[in-house]
């Protein structure tokens, strides 16, 4: 027993001494096979082109059905307008929940890659089925007739959203776990390699949003005027090749272990606490249980180290829990206040494929002789964050940080602050659109008639671009806030979490929606959002937003202001 512990002691001073002399990574990362990786053999950026190619053609595959996906309902499955509205904000909400599905998973038993591959596995089966709903004439509703358009019978219905939310499962079982794996591939315990993860991050939004531009112009495009098979077929393709990109670079991956499950994690902590909630902490930090030697006790973790706030039997850990154990809870529950101010923004980013697009549509849409369809006019907030990623990374970041010194330029937080500050100026440039809108409607005596108002639909231009924007602060700043500030072995599930302020804000959209509909219709009034939108006031829901969205800025101000950052050894 005695050599084995020995020969045990001497491999992890061996690997001690090759992590410290830089030829191997200091963060526990591993290669395919489980051993310890050489920094110049694997990771860094020659790893990422694999993950953004994967990326790309993703989010191209999820945007095609995603960007245009209020018009089908509309046109094609006859809904209405609240009722589509409803239906797209739920189901992109659905797609932001199931990533707490693929982060628990990765994080516990199967780690980030597996869970890639095999939640793709299922998204690629959605594509396809949604794909012979729009194809075979019997799995959708027949084509209008004048003013008579039937609705789609109960069993087309299963088909398309049985496709429909087998993508939402895959997108969110995917989602949490390729950010992350793709900021693995930078040491962080190297200095180095951690301000080029800090340019990851926008790399990675901008290869989403290369791939969204396709979608929001090409692919629309070819829905309204091709067909939708064919235009919910390509995303499919491009799905197999996301597949593909990802397996390509498998050889150069670095890889985290799983750490085992953090639900088990937490909820020890928990009972532990409970069942010595009358003891008192000692002042002396090194008094409290931790492992002895270098190494965390949770699998492909560093230890944290104590901190102030929040605040036997050896073998029972549903009895003694470990600093670094804790300390998890602690770091998830002093993110809690941040996570939850960003919910307001993903209720203003969904009015993009909701009320944007249905603003549009009673709207000018031609130029010339070429009709532009409303959904595309998101491709303007894709071109706004194509725009503003390169400069914030080569030239804001740069001069920022001759003045803040951080490597960065800002902090996470100062980020995310800016960008909820444009998401005000955001809706507040769709409601002086709307306020337009009306007001010439009204001139021309159009109020009655559901037709669309002699008003460019390149008005809505500024609206998307101050979107897009506050998305390059906002998201990415979430992006690297969630990956850098939470535990190591949590970091899947932290950016699910993330994932969830999208979800949530979807389903507040829908909730806000509901209630705005059910308030301004009482007594009979048309209300806000009417089918017919010119009898209606888009603009006050648009200003709505716009005042909870101030509102939340100022509360996220004052809990930027008292968060104290995390602590690894």
């Known amino acids: 027993m005695g050599s084995v512990d020995e020969e045990r002691s001497l491999l992890e001073a061996e690997l001690d001494r090759a992590e410290n002399s830089g030829l191997y990574t200091g963060d526990g990362s591993v290669d395919f096979n489980g051993n310890p990786v050489l920094k110049q053999n694997t990771g860094n950026w020659k790893a990422c082109p694999f993950i953004l190619g994967n990326e790309c053609c993703e989010r ?129 315990t190297d200095p180095k390699e951690r301000v080029k993860k800090g340019s990851f991050f926008n790399w990675f939004y901008f290869s989403i949003n290369i791939g969204a531009l396709i979608s929001s112009s090409l692919l629309v495009w070819i829905q309204d005027n091709v067909g939708w098979g064919l235009g919910f077929g390509i995303p499919a393709l491009f799905m197999g090749l996301a597949i593909g990109s990802f397996f390509s670079g498998t050889s150069l991956y670095r890889f985290q272990r799983p750490g085992g499950s953090p639900i088990t ?187 669309a108002v002699p008003i460019n639909i390149l008005w809505q231009i500024p609206q998307y671009f101050l979107l897009g924007a506050a998305e390059v602060c906002t998201l990415i700043g979430q992006l690297e806030f969630f990956y850098d500030q939470s535990p190591d072995a949590m970091r899947s599930l932290c950016s699910a979490l993330s994932l969830l302020t999208t979800s949530l804000g979807n389903y507040l959209s829908s909730f806000i929606l509901t209630l705005v509909i059910y308030f301004t219709t009482k007594g009979g009034q048309i209300g806000w959002i009417p089918d017919n939108l010119n009898e209606g006031h888009l603009d006050y829901f648009f200003w709505l937003l716009a005042g909870l969205s101030f509102l939340n800025m100022l509360i996220y101000t004052q809990c930027a202001a008292k968060y104290k950052q995390k602590k690894a050894s």
């Not at 965390?296 to 029972?316: P, Q, V, Y």
């Not at 030239?395 to 500050?421: N, Y």
Request: proline residues 4%.
């Open 60 to 188: 191209l595959a999820y945007y095609g059905i995603a960007a245009n996906l209020v018009s089908y309902m509309t046109k094609k499955l006859h809904e209405g307008n609240a009722s589509a509205a409803r239906n797209v904000t739920t189901w992109q909400g659905t797609c932001y929940v199931t990533p707490l599905i693929g982060a628990v998973l990765a994080d516990a038993y199967w780690g980030r890659y597996w869970t890639i591959a095999a939640f793709s596995t299922i998204y690629l089966i959605g594509m396809c089925i949604l794909t012979l709903s729009a194809s075979i004439p019997a799995l959708k509703p027949a084509e209008c007739v004048g003013s008579i358009c039937p609705s789609a019978t109960p069993a087309q219905y299963v088909v398309f959203f049985f496709g429909l939310y087998l993508i939402a499962l895959g997108t969110g079982g995917i989602k949490p776990c390729v950010s992350s794996f793709g900021a693995d591939q930078f040491d962080d």
């Open 265 to 451: 994690r937490m909820c020890q902590v928990l009972v532990a606490a409970f069942h010595k909630r009358n003891l008192k902490v000692p002042e002396d930090s090194s008094l409290l249980y931790e492992t002895g030697d270098n190494h965390s006790a949770i699998e492909g973790s560093r230890k944290l180290e104590h901190s102030e706030e929040l605040n036997g039997d050896f073998s029972n850990p549903w009895r003694l829990c470990t600093v670094t154990q804790v300390e998890e809870l602690k770091i998830l529950i002093r993110m809690f206040p941040i996570w939850a101010t960003v919910i307001v923004f993903s209720a203003v980013y969904a009015q993009m494929s909701t009320m944007f697009v249905e603003q549009g549509m009673m709207m000018d849409t031609k130029i010339g002789s070429f009709t532009i369809p409303p959904a595309s006019l998101s491709s303007f907030d894709v071109i706004s964050v194509i725009f503003w990623v390169p400069i914030y990374d080569k030239i804001i970041v740069p001069i920022a940080r001759k003045f803040t010194h951080k490597e960065r330029g800002f902090s996470e937080l100062q980020r995310m602050g800016i960008g909820l500050f444009i998401s005000v100026l955001c809706m507040s440039a769709a409601a002086l659109v709307e306020i337009k809108r009306l007001q010439l409607a009204k001139e021309l005596d159009l109020v009655d008639k559901q037709v």
